[in-house]
């Protein structure tokens, strides 16, 4: 009934039975301007295919579940600025109407779990905004985290939210938050942070085990992979702290709420840093490209 398709390469990789590691299209669509998003997205597909797995970038193109995108595909996706940003609530209804959407991480999650795909690397997972305990504004991505079984490598929640209580929701809802190499949990465009990392593994061959681990458990939901930007690309969160304080108060004279905040505070930040934050958000995400490349690999040994 759901229409996929796979894209050549990822048909291919079947075949072979290579590792495959799905991406997102939010990022693109959302998530950075064009045409960075564009270069951006090829560079991640390239990094993984150099790690050894085949990328798998997700998207629902007129009604179809695509898995893997062309290059005119991913083109075109990246220039049509109107595409919807789907996540688990929209998903269904987009696919069942014939409409075209970018996945955000949950319905990444989603698809990936459809194509059979269990690793996932993304940029930063949305979280609990600044003021929720007004608002409610808590991504979707959070509970799919709690629901669906794929390991997601991010670097952290984007620093734009409230850190603490995106960690707080996620430890509420079980969901294994594991920083890769340090014993903090990365703040998306900074190496750390203040926040003790519940749990810390040092290895791709780690991190594939205890995805293996929860498949034998029975267990729903995936595992977080914190992992911080290099060091070299990182923006220190103290040079951050004052410019997302300002775009958070633009975004609330202007009104921003829902969907729109997420992408208004990331374009925002990219012109009162004067390009810095997406020279780091691309170097982070090539970042856990690598990893996510890396766990697919082990991961492969262990589920057969
Ligand atoms: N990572 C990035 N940039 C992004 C995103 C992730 O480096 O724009 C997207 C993901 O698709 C994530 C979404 O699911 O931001 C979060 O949006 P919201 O806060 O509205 O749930």
Known sequence: MIQTQDSAEVA????????LVALESTI????MPWPQNVETARMVEATVREAGAVPATMAVIDGVLRVGLDDEVLDGFAQSGNVAKLSRADMAACLATGGTGATTVAATMIAARQAGIHVFATGGIGGVHRGAETSFDISADLQELAR???????????????LPKTYE????LGVPVIAYGQD?????WSATSEIAAPLRMDSAEEIARAHAMRAALGLDGGQLIANPIPVDDQIEAGVLAPIIAQALQEAEEQRITAKAVTPF?????????????LVANIAL??????????????????LK
């Open 285 to 302: 995400v090539l970042n856990n490209a690598r990893l996510a490349a890396a766990i697919a690999k082990q991961l492969g040994g262990l």
């Open 28 to 31: 693109i669509t959302h998530g």
């Open 12 to 19: 291919a990789a079947r075949r072979e039975g290579k590792p």
């Open 169 to 172: 929701v996620l430890e509420t």
């Open 148 to 162: 669906t079984p794929v390991t997601v490598v991010a670097a952290g929640a984007k620093a734009i939210l409230d």
């Open 184 to 188: 903090t949990l990365p703040a998306f």
């Open 265 to 277: 505070l990331l374009d925002r930040l990219y012109t009162l840093t004067e390009g810095r934050s």
